[in-house]
């Protein structure tokens, strides 16, 4: 009897599509396939196999079989549970998964390798050649050098047919880790942490455990010491690491290397297309037993996942913003689940829904009270910029530049952080008060005055800054408003102008090389005064930074973000956090016009459980997250009008469930992007609401016109 294959393809699609299987393929699932769509042939995976015809149709057959490692069973799953939890095709999550596969594989590598003729002038060198090549196949100059020779020995053996050269693929393989190395030490708080990840891991069993440690408390030592265990256990086992930032990774990839003496696989945005190939293939085929990556590493087709860690489990980089939208904390723990995988959260500052779960007994919670060593936390104080304001035109207060004198006189290091990239964060003319906007988008453009253009961050516009205002006309009345991190390194230069100082932002740290050279001199001590974005504010260790400057610690509390005063205490604490982490004290000085707000408090006071109790109270009071769940409708459309009107038809079509409130619809506080309008709904649902199912059944109530986008964002962190 003929068979029916069904393939989902990595495209907006709703599901996957059937075809023919050609007599004697043998197809099964998770196998990759080119499949006919219209007149294209589309790389897609099986997702079942069934007897039977089309019926009525006759069905286009599957075009060819791909010579392409299987997606495990499991990451199917995964692909069609994130899919529907985001309310969005099933394509979209799998064009993640296989986006190694669809890289180019490495070039071909030369090998040579005895033909099985004698030379007809044999000597000693040669000789010792042909004993080494009968070993295994290698390049040229491996050759050599295993034998001991001069390449031209190898040379004069391929010229007389003695030696043959091949081109071979090269396989994708890393070195298994080294289980016999020991951890580093670690003290009581640590070893028992260990040795609770490493049962719980044994149990080979899905479960979660929240990391919950102070900033260089080593929760790195310990959560490698229960990767050790889960490899240890399994010789097939696989382990994920998950980070933030593609700037950490290097720091982390050389720590792993350290303790098990092999690379793992590392994966990102900035890993070149064939590296990432190699990487994919490896974890698929069993031959990368540790992965070190971002978000997207989460769909990788493992094929024994035994360990996942979420390393700053609480940061909002976690959160895919764009395309498919996820997140990967909460979406390594349903990968977790469908693996039967270990999964640990880590953070010094850890969300407000990983600690709820840890209270309620669903995480194991496991604290790491103090720094690792002699090291303590950093003293933190407020500087009140309305009695103790900088000087006209400058930013950083006198006691702060007080501290970083005495800093600079015992030669240790400043971190001074400001989380806003640029030199200002708003142009606008002195003559008409008109304010430089990116075209046909309300977000202000930047002024960079490295490159001497102004910049929106939102779209990646750019322009020359211009010499007269471009609405009246007027000349050099194009004034900066506000400081970003280039404002505040050239008044640090001014103020210190022996002193070397640098900028850690994505303007000068373009990739993953660039971030560890800059980590690298900075904990080399080559640098005095860092001046920083959120890139330098966490996971790294710099043993002569021992005073840390807030520029603007009131930053993040502007807006009505919900979770604004939760992350602007995640990011001020990992900011301080990076002082005195040796054996040297550490002091962090945080300008604030708000002294007296619950942040500031909590933070000088370091008296996390105090802000988390009143932050919950308020969120249980709302029933907002971690007590209700939240989405959000995002429609844009080119047309005013038209966007209206299919808003006005999405509002009359919203279900009616009990423990479910929509809000809206209202322009977006970014209303217009790229010449698009913006509207936006908000829901907030009841814990017991399965809030997935109630937007998919809204969203299929409404087709929108071709010219309207619509995304649904399941638990949004984004609101503009």
């Known amino acids: 009897m003929s068979r029916i294959a069904s393939v989902l393809l990595p495209m907006p699609l709703p599901e996957a599509f059937d075809y023919a299987e050609p007599e004697g393929m043998g197809l099964e699932v998770g196998d990759q396939v080119a499949a006919p769509l219209g007149p294209r042939l589309l790389r897609g995976v099986v997702t079942a196999v069934r007897d039977g ?31 529907r939890y985001a309310v969005d095709a099933p394509g979209a999550p799998l064009a993640i998964a296989l986006r190694g596969a669809r890289c180019p594989k490495p070039r071909p590598i030369r090998v040579v390798e005895p033909t099985g003729a004698e030379p007809a002038r044999p000597t000693p060198a040669r000789q010792k050649v042909l004993e080494a090549a009968r070993v295994e196949a290698m390049t040229p100059a491996d050759l050599a050098r295993a034998a001991g020779v001069s390449s031209g020995v190898v040379k004069g053996l391929v010229d007389d047919g003695v030696l043959a050269v091949r081109a071979i693929q090269p396989e994708a393989r890393f070195d298994d880790p080294d289980l016999a190395r020991k951890g580093a030490e670690l003290n009581a708080s640590q070893a028992a942490a260990a040795e609770a990840l490493k049962a719980m891991v044994g149990e080979g069993a899905f479960n979660v455990a929240l990391l919950d440690g102070v900033t260089g408390s080593g929760k790195t030592e310990v959560y490698l010491e229960a990767a050790a265990a889960a490899l240890a256990a399994d010789p097939t086992a696989q382990v994920l690491i998950l980070l933030p930032e593609i700037a950490l990774t290097h720091a982390l990839i050389a720590r792993v290397a350290a303790r098990f003496g092999a690379e793992p696989g590392e994966w990102h945005s900035d890993v070149q297309p064939p590296a990432r190939r190699r990487v994919w293939e490896a974890v698929a085929t069993g031959r990368c037993r540790i992965v070190v990556g971002a978000r997207s590493a989460l769909f990788l087709p493992f094929t024994n996942l035994k360990l996942i860690v979420v390393d700053e489990e609480h940061d909002a980089s976690f959160k895919q913003e764009e395309g498919f939208i996820y997140h990967a904390r909460d979406l390594a723990v349903v990968r977790g689940r469908i693996e039967q995988a270990a999964v640990v959260l880590a953070s010094a500052t850890p969300s407000l829904e990983s600690l709820r779960n840890a209270e309620l007994g669903r995480y194991r919670w496991l604290k790491l009270s103090a720094r690792h060593g002699t090291a303590r936390l950093p003293d933190i104080e407020l500087v009140d910029l309305r009695s103790t304001p900088p000087e006209h035109g400058r930013w950083l207060s006198p006691p702060l530049v007080a501290a970083m004198r005495e800093t600079r006189a015992r030669g240790e290091q400043t971190l001074l952080f400001l989380n806003r990239r640029g030199y200002a964060p708003l142009v606008l003319c002195r003559a008409c008060g008109e304010r430089m906007t990116s075209p046909d988008t309300d977000s202000w453009l930047v002024e960079h005055r490295y490159s001497g253009r102004l910049v929106c961050h939102l779209t990646g516009f750019s322009m020359p800054k211009p010499a007269a205002c471009p609405h009246c006309r007027a000349k050099d009345s194009l004034v900066s408003i506000g400081p970003g991190v280039e404002r505040v390194e050239e008044e640090a230069r001014h103020l210190f102008p022996e002193a070397r100082i640098a900028v850690f932002s994505s303007d000068t740290v373009y990739d993953a090389r660039e971030a560890k050279r800059m980590v690298e001199s900075m904990a080399a001590g080559e640098i005095d005064i860092l001046v920083a974005t959120q890139a330098a504010a966490k996971g790294h260790n710099f043993p002569k930074l021992t005073l840390v400057g807030v520029v603007d610690a009131d930053l993040g509390l502007r807006g009505g973000d919900l979770r604004a005063a939760e992350r602007t205490y ?10 005195g982490r040796r054996d040297r004290p550490g002091k962090a000085l945080l300008q604030t016009y708000a002294p007296e707000h619950a ?46 009107a299919f808003m006005r038809q999405m509002a009359e079509a919203a279900p009616n469930a009990e423990g479910v409130e929509v809000y809206g619809p209202a322009d977006a506080p970014l209303s217009l992007v790229r010449g698009r309008r913006r509207k936006r709904f908000l829901v907030r649902a009841d814990r017991n609401v399965d809030l997935s199912a109630y937007m998919a059944t809204w969203r299929a109530r409404v087709k929108p016109p071709a010219s309207v986008r619509v995304a649904v964002d399941v638990d949004p962190y984004s609101f503009l």
């Open 570 to 579: 995640q990011l001020l604490a990992q900011a301080t956090g990076r002082a």
């Open 599 to 644: 942040v500031m408090q909590a933070l000088a006071a370091q008296d996390r459980d105090a802000f988390v109790a009143a932050e919950m109270e308020e969120r249980e009071l709302a029933k907002l997250p971690p007590f209700g769940r939240l989405a959000a409708v995002i429609a844009s459309g080119a047309d005013p009008a038209q966007l209206e």
């Open 53 to 83: 015809h089309g019926g009525n149709r006759p069905l286009k057959p599957v075009g060819e079989r791909l010579d392409d490692p299987r997606l495990p069973p499991n990451t199917i799953e995964f692909v069609q549970w994130a899919a």
